[in-house]
Structure formats: C-alpha cells, structure tokens
C-alpha cells in the first residue's frame, strides 16, 4: 500500500553535486523541500563510481562549491585533482555543515512520477512504494548515472566476481593475488588499470578504442598553494564565472604554424607537463579547427607513447588511429601508459579480437579464452538521457518523457522541456560542456530565481513554450555539427548505446550561450516559461498525447 510520506513545495531527485545545492538554495528561499536519493550515501557519481582511481580531472577547488566562502576557507584539499574518498568526505561535510541530512532519504530510487493536471502538482513513489507529492519536481539526477553494459553474450554466466566501474560496491573489492580482466579504456578504464595493476597477479586490458590519454599531473597541494587559494578566492570566481567552460586555466594566444618548430616542441612539452585540462583549454587556439594542428599535436602525444611503452607493438595498439584529439572527451592520467610494462599486464585489442562471448571461468576473443578471477566492466553509461528517461515521469495527459524525447531530447535552456510543467532537470542534457558543478550551478540557480518570481506573483505553475524549446534544441543541433564540437564517435551524442538516436547531449555554447539566455528571459519576464495558476483552464493535448503515446 502506498502511503504519503511527504507533501512539498520542492522535490529534489539525486543527492549528487547539482541535487545538493539545488536542495541548499531551496531550503534558503524559503520553500520546504524533499531530496530522495537511490544510493546507500550521498555523492552522486562519488558515491557510485567508488572504484580505486577514481579522482577529479578538474582542479578540486575549482569543482567544488563556492557557494559559500566560509566553506570554501574551512575546508582543504588534500591533492589539486582529489580522490573519491576525499570527493565524499567533502559532499557529506557540506550536508551536515549545512543540515541539509534531514531533508535527504537515501535509498529511495524513483519508480513513477506523475503530473497532476488539476493541481499542476507531481506525484512520485519512490523506494518502497513511498508516496510524495510536490509542486514541483527537480530531478538532478545526472548525466553519468546510467551504467551501461555491452550486451555480450554469457555475461552473467560469469561465475567469478564481476563489477561495473559506476556501480562500485561500498565494500572494497580484494583484487590481491586475482587475475583481473578490465573491459574499456574510457576515463574510467585508465583510472583503475594503473592503480590495481602492482597487486593483482595479472591484469588484461580489452581495448576497443584507444584513447588520446595525456598526464593528469597531479600533486598534494602545499601549504604555500592553500594559502594562496583563500586569498585568491574572488578571483578564482571571478575567472571560472567567466571562463567559456568554467575552468581556471586562461585560453593561450597563439595559432600553431605561427610558432618555429622549436618553439612548438617546447610549448607541446609544457603542455603535457600541465594540469588536466589544460591540454584542450590552454593549447594552440586553431587545435580544433585545424587538421594540420591536430595532427601535429597527436603525432607529439604518439611519440610519447612510443617512448613510455617498451613493447612497440603494445605501443601502436595504444595509439589512437581513428580520431583526432578532441573528438572525444579525453582521458587524463597518471602511470597509464607505464602500466603496460609490467610483466603481469597485457592489452587486448578487441578491434583485431573482438569479445565472442563470457564464459563461466571467463573471456573469450578469436585468441581463445582467458580465464579470470574479477572482470571490471568499464564500459560507460547511457549519458545525458539515461536517467530521466527510465524514471517513469508521465506529464500532460500522461505523455511520457521516452516519447517526448524519443528522437533525442528536447529542451530550453537544459532546464525544462514542453508537455512536463513544473519539471526542472539541471545538469541533465543540453547543459554546458566542461566543469560541470560550474554550468550546474547557473542552472540551480536560474531554477531558484524563476521559482521565487512565480511564488512572488502568486503563479504555481510554469512550463517552456514549445517554440523557445525547438529554438535552442535547434542550436544545439547546429553547434553540435561545428568545430570545436566533441565528433559524432563521442558518447556525447548517445553513440555507445545501440539503437540510441544520434543526438548532440550537451551544448556547445558553453556558458556564455546561457548567461545571454537567461538575461534575456529576465527581461522578457521569463515570457519563454508560461507561468500559470492551478484551476485556469486546462491546455490542449500535447501533440505526441493526442497521437496515441501512453
Ligand atoms: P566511456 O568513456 O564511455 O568508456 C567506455 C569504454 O568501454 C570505452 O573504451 C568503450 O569503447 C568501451 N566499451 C563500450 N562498450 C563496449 C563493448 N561492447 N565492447 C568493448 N568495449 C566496450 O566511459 P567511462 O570511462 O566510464 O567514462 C565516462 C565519462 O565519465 C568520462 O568521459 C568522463 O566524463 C566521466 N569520468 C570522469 C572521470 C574523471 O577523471 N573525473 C573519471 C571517469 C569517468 P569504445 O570507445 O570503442 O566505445
């Protein structure tokens, strides 16, 4: 039986990084507010993908909040790029620093949630059959947070231990003395390789694309450098609020071929020699517009490989052949490539021996098979659409969110989509590419802002003009097909999953697109998103309701 446990003004789905502050400036503005949250903790991605590695590639203050400069000063980092413990720690002292807990039930993964027409409220059940109901329903509930699992065949016969990299257990897995199989060389995949390799008795890689993989670069942080991050803190907003992608490293100034040979050496070293990102914020500006620049800052990383790999055929398999740096999301990386010459690992090039199937003892290729103890599958996740789309929500005359978006999703501003009043999805798709928190946040906010002026003009409801939603869907789909966009091989347009619509999932404006829309909204008095009462006559069928969807 199905009981109420709950009656708010805000529901909030996901206690990740986004869900929590949507939930903080909830609270703050006055309206009561629910979190419901599937995991055991809250963390989001840092409570799921738990597995040894697993760490920031964007500056750990620069992910962080900033919210609040209290915060900000009271709490240290221990490495500029932190690892999951340290990610959690984190998120759960900024729950309790603000008694956010006792708005948050963990467990409570949502089955259903269901517009109520006449109230312009939603219905969710969640966990075990609990009932909640809310005016409006803001469900952060992540891009990344789908695993997916390649269909192969005998998966499950597996009888050893098997894991997805983002849905690691809480307890910690004893990989000592095992023979250990990690399928996909993802961000993921590269994270966890080097960091089990030294304990395992064996290590195969399965390696269906290689990546561009360069240096994280990684450190503690000194005492000189916190220091000046607490003294620097305005600046530091000041920098990432006006960054394209809400990063700290600045743009560098120059094209390639302006520079000698020399000096592109030189300048080619010091960026795989600097933090993270840097490589695709700070390098040549022309990297991603120009095959040439491409190709000469690729042949440099090749190099490298070549260098760091003692094995030469191992080597080129690790090259990538097949796209150019930047048309996938790179990976960054600390020993990766090291790893590979240890005598205990070795790398399976599945484009030459693909997967045939799982046996009971382990993988099968066109080699023969490899018997295993563990296999970790670090095979991605249904991105951007996963999450909302497996959540049952059901909007104007039950249309369903799969449908609406059934050829991709579609959206205003990342944040609402027609048919689904008073439904909010920030850092789901068409938000910004690059430091996610950053975009994340100027979503929650934009929520917030447009949640105080409705509540301040006795409206209730507020849904996205389907004109304004196929304008920036519209944008994106252009942008997507521009340089610098991420290529179509990259899961950012759904690629990875069979049968997925091929569609861009983010939006390439980056921050700047966002900022000028929701000035313009502000101007326009939020024109775009109708605001409405409960009890004014009821709209029209949506055209996908009317046309038979459930
Ligand atoms: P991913 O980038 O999608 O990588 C999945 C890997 O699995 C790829 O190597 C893929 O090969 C392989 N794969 C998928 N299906 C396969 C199949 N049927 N057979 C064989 N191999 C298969 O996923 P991820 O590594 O989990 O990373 C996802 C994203 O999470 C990252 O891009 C990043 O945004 C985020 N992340 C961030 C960090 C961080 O440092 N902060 C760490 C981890 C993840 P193909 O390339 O051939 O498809």
Redesign the pocket.
């Known amino acids: 039986m199905t009981s109420l446990v709950a009656d708010v003004d805000v529901l909030v789905v996901g206690a990740g990084i986004t869900g929590i502050y949507q939930l903080y400036r909830a609270r703050e503005a006055g309206f009561s507010v629910q979190l419901l949250e599937a995991g055991g903790g809250v963390g989001g991605t840092w409570y799921w ?1 738990r597995y040894p590695g ?5 500056e750990s203050y620069t992910y962080a909040y900033l919210f609040s400069k209290d915060l900000f000063e009271e709490w240290e980092w221990r490495e500029h790029f932190a690892h999951q413990p340290e990610i959690e720690q984190y998120l759960n002292h900024v729950v309790d620093r603000f008694d956010l807990r006792r708005h948050i039930r963990c467990g409570a993964k949502v089955s259903s949630a269901t517009y109520d027409e006449s109230s312009g409220t939603w219905t969710v059940v969640a966990g075990d059959d609990a009932k909640y109901q809310a005016q409006f329903l803001v469900a952060a509930s992540g891009v ?1 947070s789908v695993p ?1 699992f ?3 065949p005998g998966r499950d016969a597996f009888r050893g231990e098997s894991y997805h ?2 849905l690691w257990p809480t307890d910690p897995v004893a990989f000592a003395g095992k023979r250990v199989a990690v ?7 590269v ?1 966890i390789i080097p960091e089990i390799a030294d304990e395992v008795a064996t290590l195969t890689a ?4 290689a ?1 561009w993989c360069t240096p994280l670069n990684n450190a503690p942080i000194t005492s000189e450098e916190q220091a000046k991050l607490r003294a620097d803190f305005d600046g530091m907003c000041q920098t990432l609020n006006t960054s394209t992608h809400g990063f700290l490293h600045q743009p560098h100034d120059r094209v390639t071929f302006d520079d000698s040979k020399e000096e592109r050496r030189e300048f080619y070293e010091k960026m795989w020699n600097g933090p993270g990102f840097t490589k695709l914020t700070s390098n040549y500006t022309d990297l991603l517009f120009d095959p040439a620049a491409n190709a000469e800052w690729r042949e440099f990383i090749a190099e490298k490989i070549r260098g760091i790999v003692e094995d030469p055929e191992t080597a080129e398999k690790l090259i990538p052949k097949d796209h150019r740096f930047g048309e996938k ?1 790179p ?2 990386v600390t020993g990766y490539y090291e790893t590979y010459n240890r005598p205990n690992v070795s790398l399976v090039d ?1 484009r030459k021996t693909p ?1 045939e199937r799982v046996t009971e003892t382990g993988i099968e290729t066109a080699e023969g098979l490899r018997e295993f103890d563990v296999i970790v599958w ?4 249904d991105f951007g659409t996963g999450a909302l789309t497996r959540m049952g929500i059901r909007g104007r005359h039950g249309l369903a969110l799969e449908d609406h978006w059934a050829d991709g999703p579609k959206t205003f501003l990342g944040v609402q989509t027609s048919g689904f009043p008073n439904l909010f999805f920030p850092g789901g798709p068409h938000a910004a590419a690059g430091n996610n928190p950053r975009y994340n946040g100027d979503q929650v906010d934009f929520i917030i802002e447009m949640l105080v002026s409705l509540r301040d003009r006795g409206y209730d409801i507020i849904e996205v003009d389907p004109v304004a939603e196929q304008q920036w869907t519209n944008m994106v789909d252009t942008w997507a097909t521009m340089p610098p966009s991420f290529g179509e091989s990259s ?1 950012y347009f759904g690629s ?1 999953i069979p049968g997925k619509p091929r569609r861009y999932l983010l939006n390439s404006g980056g921050r700047p697109k966002f900022f000028k829309e929701i000035a313009r909204a502000r101007t326009n008095d939020y024109e775009a998103f109708k605001p409405s009462r409960s009890g004014s006559p009821p709209s029209p069928p949506h055209p996908a309701a009317a046309a038979g969807a459930p």
């Open positions: 993908n697993a760490q920031f590639d964007s990344l997916h390649p269909d192969v990299t983002g399928v996909g060389t993802g961000s993921s995949g994270q399965y390696q269906r694309t990546n999301r990976p960054f599945l997967i670090a095979t991605g996740f899961y990875n």
